[in-house]
């Protein structure tokens, strides 16, 4: 028996519309497997047996619920109270296995025995490997050879995890031209293969699909913060590239007038400069990868390059719920530059003991514009959204590279 | 199965069959028992300077259409020939404004084949809706074929171009459904596109014969024209498709000979006559005794 789904605010099934964005602008090829998988999708939210499986695999396997946890120290140094989510402690270190187990589990449901997916960083490919392993599906995973190359160790951990990866040559060869291919492979291959999406980003259903599966981190923080800080923050603040994590959190506080709402978009070498990857803080609506949202474009409509300092932020487009959040005024996106995210790595390292990923950063990098603005009592939340092993050899050439400046 | 409303948004408009210069060239092509011949250009490769005289060249070969392939960045439904395309005439400086000097360039010269601006939406969106079906229209286009901008997505593209006199090309695919693929054509005022596999463009045939079948299926079914592309490399390929379809659509395989051709225009222009004239001749249905 079906239980009734409860949509976002300002989302449209009928269109896969977040407000005036989103949609499905794809090849006439895809336009069944969409609807096909909308209406799996939707069937399977709704039946408690795919929800009772994913619930126990994010218990058992994840580790979830992941702690929240009081960086006092951090505190102290920026000026007001900062709460973690620690998404960094889930299975793989990254919030992106959530929004992973949920689809992989979605494919095999539809019986689908290939599983194809993008990845910039790495985390999401990795992600994608592990629940394919778990589930016993086969898996590739697009990356851009620039990516192959920064990130060599995620490559090596799909590739233990069974995966096969698959360098894109084309293109600036980064996160947008891994999509581009696994949109051309999913053309291909489309009656065997599930294209498992890692942001909340691309045709309708896929941004909803993945922030109903990433809402599990605004669900547990916002109890969270409840039960030990004893009331809600005054602000959310995560990073965003596509936004999964983002929009999983926020999904949280939409409903909580209170809450300020604050995504950090990667500034790069400046907004001043083409080198930079903020299409909400500077980009103009478009469509790429299937919705329209706001990206970053010529004047004449061609995908400009994107350039963050962390891979997992370096995609010129953005997630259409975030793009409504943003014209709503629910919702305020900032950008902090590459070195300012930098500084914060360190920051956290030293003053928590906590690494995290470049990405997840940029979210630090913005608590003292914060504090300054909402008071020393200020509670502010952070979305802690992976872990940054990954970056060590990145962040070491960065501070380098600065030392000799 | 859950409710699904997307797919409603499917809008049956006017089914009046289109008046327009496209339908008229199925009409003769079937007159003369023979397929039309659609082939693709992408304009700005090598350059704009060269496209009119590609285009102009592929029409005195017998290609009936041409789609004229407005390059994009990232071009998710194209194969690799088509990519490096798009790569090379951006490189060399093609833009949108660009593409329609080089078609008024081509209409100022006589050349009156029918011409399909075929490419992505966002450029579009980019110049903006009604001013690029006015523009177009001014420019000596018949039709417009958006690749990712299926019918439930093209309302706001659909009005202005219509007021401009422009038809809509849609595109139905192996794996859309049948009802779908007769809501799709009796929308569609100048032709249909089918495409003839799943897969981008340029990639390995599949069976030709039976998507030239399908499509004669549809046509009769829908009472539109329907072009089979995609994988169609060869004469050999043209005349498979051509027993039944109505038109046979080339790309990569004409893009393919202007890369080989490098910075040579004259040799790409011998190449392009020489392939056109070859698949124009297998357009033409063996007399039947």
């Not at chain 1, 998404?87 to 187990?101: F, P, S």
């Not at chain 1, 959040?325 to 530059?337: E, H, N, T």
């Not at chain 2, 309302?155 to 799709?184: C, H, S």
Request: proline share 5%; aromatic share 4%; charged share 20%.
């Amino acid at each position: 028996m079906e239980s009734p789904l409860t949509l976002p605010p300002g989302f449209d099934r009928g269109t896969g519309r977040f407000g005036a964005y989103g949609g499905r602008f794809v090849a006439e090829t895809l336009v069944p497997a969409l609807e096909a998988l909308e209406g799996a999708f939707a069937a399977a939210w709704s039946d408690p047996a795919y929800r009772a499986e994913l619930d126990a695999l994010l218990d058992t396997y994840v580790g979830r619920a992941t702690p929240l946890y009081e960086a006092k120290r951090l505190s102290a140094a920026v000026g007001c109270h900062v709460w973690l989510k620690r998404e960094d402690l889930a299975h793989t270190g990254a919030h992106k296995v959530n929004n992973t187990l949920g689809q992989v589990l979605l494919a095999r449901r539809m019986g689908k025995r290939r599983v194809i997916a993008e990845t910039g960083a790495g985390q999401h490919g990795v992600a994608t490997a592990t629940a394919c392993a778990l589930l016993g599906l086969d898996c590739v995973v697009f990356m851009g050879a620039e990516d192959v190359a920064r990130q060599a160790p995620n490559v090596a951990r799909m590739e233990l995890l069974g995966a096969r990866v698959e360098p894109v040559e084309s293109g600036a060869r980064t996160l947008k031209d891994a999509m581009n291919e696994a949109l051309r492979d999913w053309v291909t291959h489309v009656e065997s293969t599930y294209y498992c999406v890692g942001s909340a980003a691309g045709p309708h259903p896929y941004p909803w699909i993945v922030r109903e599966l990433q809402a599990v981190i605004g669900r547990e923080s916002r109890a969270q913060m409840l039960a030990q800080a004893g009331r809600l923050p005054d602000a959310v603040v995560a990073c965003v590239g596509g936004g999964s994590n983002a929009i999983g959190i926020f999904a949280g506080f939409l409903d909580d007038a209170s809450v300020r709402l604050v995504g950090v978009e990667a500034a790069g070498e400046g907004l001043d400069t083409p080198r930079h990857a903020a299409p909400l803080t500077a980009g103009r609506v478009g469509v790429l990868h299937g919705a329209k949202s706001y990206l970053l474009q010529t004047g004449d409509g061609q995908i400009s390059e994107a350039h963050s300092v962390s891979a997992g932020l370096d995609y010129p487009g953005v997630g259409p719920e975030h793009a409504h959040l943003k014209d709503s005024g629910r919702a305020r996106y900032v950008a902090v530059s590459d070195d300012a995210a930098l500084d914060a790595f360190q920051e956290l390292c030293r003053l928590e003991g906590i690494l995290p990923a470049l990405e997840t950063a940029h979210a630090f990098a913005d608590l003292r514009r914060l504090a300054a603005e909402l008071g020393r009592d200020a509670h502010v939340l952070v979305c802690s959204s992976g872990r940054g092993d990954k970056d060590l050899d990145n962040v070491r050439a960065q501070l380098a590279r600065r030392a000799q400046a | 199965m859950g409710r699904q409303t997307w797919g409603e948004g499917v809008h049956v408009g006017a089914t009046t069959p289109s008046g327009g210069r496209l339908a008229a060239t199925f009409a003769r092509a079937r007159a003369e028992d023979r397929a039309a011949l659609v082939i693709y250009l992408c304009a700005g490769d090598p350059s704009l300077a060269d496209t009119p005289r590609l285009v102009r060249a592929a029409a005195e070969a017998g290609a009936d259409i041409v789609e004229l392939g407005m390059p994009f960045s990232d071009p998710t439904a194209d194969g690799p020939a088509i990519q490096r395309a798009s790569e090379r005439a951006l490189s060399a400086g093609a833009t949108l404004p660009g593409v329609l000097g080089a078609l008024r360039e081509l209409r100022a010269g006589g050349c009156d084949v029918r011409v399909v601006r075929f490419g992505y939406y966002i450029p579009i969106l980019a110049y903006g809706e009604a001013e690029l079906a006015r523009d177009a229209a001014a420019a000596g286009v018949d039709g417009l074929l958006v690749v990712d901008l299926p019918p439930e997505e093209a309302a706001p593209l659909r009005e202005p171009a219509t007021a401009a006199g422009l038809d809509l090309v849609p595109l139905v695919a192996p794996t859309t459904g049948i009802e779908r693929a007769r809501a799709v054509a009796a929308e569609a005022t100048g032709f249909v596109y089918a495409v003839s596999m799943t897969g981008v463009t340029g990639s390995a045939a599949g069976d030709l014969a039976e998507a030239g079948a399908r499509a004669s299926e549809l046509a009769e079914a829908s009472g539109r024209p329907v072009a089979v592309g995609f994988g169609v490399k060869t004469p050999e390929d043209a005349a498979a498709v051509a027993a039944q379809a109505d038109g046979v659509v080339v790309g990569s395989a004409l893009v393919r000979r202007v890369e080989a051709a490098g910075a040579d225009v004259d040799a790409a222009e011998a190449s392009v006559r020489e392939l056109v004239g070859a698949l124009s001749k297998a357009c033409q249905r063996p007399a039947t005794p």
